[in-house]
Nanobody, 112 residues
Framework: QVQLVESGGGLVQTGGSLRLSCAAS?????MGWYRQAPGKQRELVATFTSGGSANFADDVKGRFTISRNNAKNTVYLQMNSLKPEDTAVYYC?????????WGQGTQVTVSS
């Protein structure tokens, strides 16, 4: 069983930045982030494979970056130029083999 612990959410004004971190308690293959806004389905934000491939949702490209420290089993999501529509609970996830693990979620609120 792998545990994922997130940190870094909070309240920021439009145009501001936040950095989310997610540390896994064990080895993980692909890591990334989903988010879920009130009344909406959970959506993929960004992924980063252990091989170094990164992918982003269209509406965050150019604003968000994802990085990973494999030695620490930690993934980071740097969010710049934040917009009110980025407000959501952000969930870290990780996959290994056929299993997917989730963090507890961290709230990101962008005020207008």
């Amino acid at each position: 069983q792998v545990q994922l612990v997130e940190s870094g959410g909070g309240l920021v004004q439009t145009g501001g930045s936040l950095r989310l971190s997610c540390a896994a308690s064990g080895s993980i293959n692909t890591m990334g982030w989903y988010r879920q806004a009130p009344g909406k389905q959970r959506e993929l934000v960004a992924t980063f494979t252990s091989g170094g491939s990164a992918n982003f949702a269209d509406d965050v490209k150019g604003r968000f970056t994802i990085s990973r420290n494999n030695a620490k089993n930690t993934v980071y999501l740097q969010m710049n130029s934040l917009k009110p529509e980025d407000t959501a609970v952000y969930y870290c996830y990780g996959t290994t083999g056929s299993r997917t693990y989730w963090g507890q979620g961290t709230q990101v609120t962008v005020s207008s």
